[in-house]
């Protein structure tokens, strides 16, 4: 069960309570899996962790417990932070930058290939029907013209697997950066 879903079944279990009550028991167990997470626990695991969603829920509403206080934020930590803004801010956005380019460049170099593989599987049936039009005139140009143009054809062909394979290559390593800045972008929150 994931961190949102354990919340929403919480709030839902706590129903009889106001909402300002229910919203501050969720603040709490969404806090307190949060510390879990940070401590090198995965979603699941820091949910199973807790008890389950009837007991907690139980135990709440048969108690007429109130919402305990939430941690109040390290000055010291929030003080650093903010000192040190004009240091990680221009890093954060140059690794951003950086990402961002990587991204363009993987595309770019498969759209490079992928349009020389179309060109060229074209440009070989148009040279190779142009070549059969041009051999009625002069025969050895035209057969020429006609080997040229299968040639690229043929080119052309050849290219078509590698054009896939990098597109799924391509594909892969977005996918990659891209959970990867999100996974970085969870962490940091």
């Not at 307190?32 to 008890?51: I, K, P, Q, T």
């Not at 009837?54 to 939430?70: D, K, M, T």
């Not at 240091?87 to 498969?110: D, F, H, N, Q, S």
Request: aromatic share 8%; with cysteine.
């Amino acid at each position: 069960m994931t961190k949102a879903e354990f919340l929403k079944e919480l709030t839902k279990k706590l129903s009889r309570l106001g909402t300002v009550e229910r919203e501050k028991f969720a603040a709490y167990y969404d806090e307190m899996l949060s510390d879990r997470m940070e401590e090198g626990m995965n979603e699941e695991e820091a949910v199973a962790s807790l008890e389950p969603i009837e007991v907690i829920s139980n135990r709440i509403l048969s108690e007429g417990l109130s919402a305990p206080p939430l941690k109040k934020p390290d000055r010291v930590k929030t003080a650093l932070t903010v000192a040190g803004a004009p240091l990680w801010a221009p890093l954060l956005l140059g690794l951003a930058a950086v990402a961002v380019a990587l991204m363009v460049t993987i595309w770019a170099v498969w759209l490079a290939l992928a349009a020389t593989a179309i060109a060229l599987f074209f440009a070989g049936i148009a040279a190779s029907v142009v070549g059969l039009f041009y051999t009625i005139a002069q025969p050895a140009s035209g057969m020429f013209q006609v080997g040229i143009g299968l040639v690229c054809l043929s080119l052309g062909l050849l290219l078509y697997q590698p054009v896939t394979k990098s597109a799924q290559w391509a594909s892969a390593m977005t996918q990659k950066l891209t959970r990867k800045i999100r996974e970085r972008k969870k962490g940091a929150a």
